[in-house]
């Protein structure tokens, strides 16, 4: 269903819209999460259970809790780079457990690279501006 919604979001835009600058004096309390806007072309690109799951959990951990105090969005990028190396390991076992082991850490995977996001639009104050790919940034490389 949350496709549909997604469907119907995207109906509701015009067929052009002139580019507009971010809102750069919006704070955190004024911006309401939401996994449907702004509309950009990586919200689009993103699988069901990020943009579903990870996403708005990754938003919730930095909206209520101080990790972007105490990590950097590269750290957590690394971190998940860490952890999906392990998670390869896991996925080449022959045991069964392990490979499902190896699916499960890749799931934490996926959060992580929501996290370092949403800590990197926490610092900047950008979460207005949706998921814009920064080329500048760490997390650019290791996502491509």
Same mark, same amino acid.
């Given at each position: 269903?949350?496709?549909? =919604?997604?469907?119907?979001?995207?109906?509701? &835009?015009?067929?052009?819209?002139?580019? !507009?600058?971010?809102?750069?004096?919006?704070?955190?309390? !004024?911006?309401?999460?939401?996994?449907?806007?702004?509309?950009?072309?990586?919200?689009?690109?993103?699988?069901?259970?990020?943009?579903?799951?990870?996403?708005?959990? =990754?938003?919730? !951990?930095?909206?209520?809790?101080?990790?972007?105090?105490?990590? /950097?969005?590269?750290?957590?990028?690394?971190? #998940?780079? &860490?952890?999906?190396?392990?998670?390869?390991?896991?996925?080449?076992?022959? /045991? &069964?457990? +392990?490979?499902?082991? $190896?699916?499960?850490?890749?799931?934490?995977?996926? +959060?992580?690279?929501?996290?370092? =996001?949403?800590?990197?639009?926490?610092? /900047?104050? !950008?979460?207005?501006? #949706?998921?814009?790919?920064?080329?500048? /940034?760490? $997390?650019?490389?290791?996502? #491509?």
């Amino acid at each position: 269903w949350m496709d549909v =919604g997604l469907y119907l979001e995207l109906q509701k &835009l015009p067929v052009r819209v002139a580019p !507009t600058p971010p809102h750069t004096n919006l704070t955190q309390d !004024t911006y309401v999460f939401s996994p449907f806007k702004p509309v950009t072309v990586k919200l689009l690109m993103l699988p069901s259970t990020i943009q579903f799951v990870d996403e708005p959990f =990754g938003y919730f !951990t930095v909206s209520h809790t101080d990790v972007s105090r105490y990590l /950097s969005p590269n750290m957590v990028s690394l971190i #998940g780079v &860490l952890i999906a190396l392990f998670s390869a390991k896991f996925f080449m076992s022959d /045991s &069964l457990r +392990y490979r499902q082991l $190896g699916v499960l850490l890749f799931k934490v995977r996926d +959060y992580m690279d929501a996290l370092d =996001g949403n800590i990197a639009r926490e610092i /900047s104050r !950008t979460h207005s501006t #949706g998921q814009v790919a920064n080329p500048h /940034s760490f $997390g650019w490389m290791v996502d #491509g």
